[in-house]
């Protein structure tokens, strides 16, 4: 399908049951989100200085969170840890204490824990796409590490293996929503098989090597 970007004008070709595609590139993208976020130095103020949440800061300038944090990545603007994000809260009262959550919890886990699916979680309440309790799926913390940069809205990090809590960087890719349903279950398995013949390769190797060091 044809259409026009709506940030550079440029006509682009797409593919897949997608109605809304506006921009050509993520460049174009982030360009155009860019006209709308504040200065880093509004973004510095807010969340430092007046220590407001990626929530708060979104009722005050009326831009999602999502956005928010985006733009804090762009312009490299450090961010609260787990445990000062937690204990802000309680401060503030935007969390109500409890005694035995958290590091008191007799089941803490260091802020990371499995969850449903077999994915595992990573304590970090300040996250767009953290849930309830605060914890965002590792996989999904490893891409943006890799990549420098935000999930994109309607996106989901895929394990190339088929494996969900091998969250190497290597074995994750991101793709669109309506894509990654698309991927063959087959395409992960032969993955996981070569991966096992691999390893079993490197054992016998380093066995024979052993082997051979005996006799010399």
Not at 182 to 207: F, G, S
């Amino acid at each position: 399908m044809q259409q026009l970007c709506e940030y550079c004008g440029r006509e682009f070709s797409y593919y897949g049951r997608q109605r809304t595609k506006k921009y050509c590139s993520r460049a174009c993208y982030i360009a155009q989100l860019r006209q709308h976020w504040p200065l880093p130095e509004t973004l510095q103020r807010l969340y430092w200085d007046e220590k407001l949440s990626l929530k708060q800061m979104e009722r005050v300038l009326g831009i999602d969170d999502v956005s928010i944090f985006t733009a804090m990545v762009h312009y490299n603007i450090s961010r609260r840890s787990a445990g000062d994000g937690l204990r802000l809260g309680f401060q503030q009262g935007r969390i109500k204490a409890n005694r035995r959550r958290g590091e008191n919890h007799p089941n803490w886990g260091g802020g990371k824990q499995k969850m449903s699916g077999g994915y595992i979680g990573i304590l970090q309440p300040d996250h767009p796409r953290a849930g309830k309790k605060g914890y965002v799926r590792e996989h999904i913390l490893v891409w943006e590490a890799a990549h420098n940069t935000t999930l994109p809205q309607g996106w989901v990090v895929h394990h190339l293996n088929g494996v969900v809590d091998d969250n190497r960087a290597e074995n994750l890719v991101a793709l669109p929503n309506t894509r990654h349903k698309n991927v063959l279950a087959a395409k992960a398995k032969r993955i996981r098989d070569l991966e096992a013949k691999v390893k079993l390769l490197t054992t016998t190797v380093q066995r024979n090597q052993g082997v051979f060091n005996g006799f010399v």
